[in-house]
Nanobody, 119 residues
């Protein structure tokens, strides 16, 4: 099992920046891909970004492309999401998730961290 703990959320004005971290513990060597998702009030959870365990092939939702950057530090078992030019519509609970080798879905999830962007 892999445990994921997000941190770094908070309140920021539109146009500002925030950096989220997701620390992984447990059988971290089994992770294949780590991703960030978000869920706004009254909406379904949506994909934000993902990155392979090797740190290659970052992938972004169109809504955040050019503003958000995902990265990972395997030595620290941590994945990051740097968010710039934040908009009120980025307000959501952000979740970190892990996909394991040989599977096609994200099956380990963190507890989430709130990001609120004021206009």
């Amino acid at each position: 099992q892999v445990q994921l703990v997000e941190s770094g959320g908070g309140l920021v004005q539109a146009g500002g920046s925030l950096s989220l971290s997701c620390a992984a513990s447990g059988r971290t060597f089994t992770t294949y891909r780590l991703g960030w998702f978000r869920q706004a009030p009254g909406k379904e959870r949506e994909f934000v970004a993902s990155i392979m365990r090797s740190g290659t092939y970052p992938h972004y939702a169109d809504s955040v492309k050019g503003r958000f950057t995902i990265s990972r530090d395997n030595a620290k078992n941590t994945v990051y999401l740097n968010m710039n030019s934040l908009r009120p519509e980025d307000t959501a609970v952000y979740y970190c998730a892990a996909q394991f080798a040989g599977t096609s879905t994200y099956s380990s999830w963190g507890q989430g961290t709130q990001v609120t962007v004021s206009s």
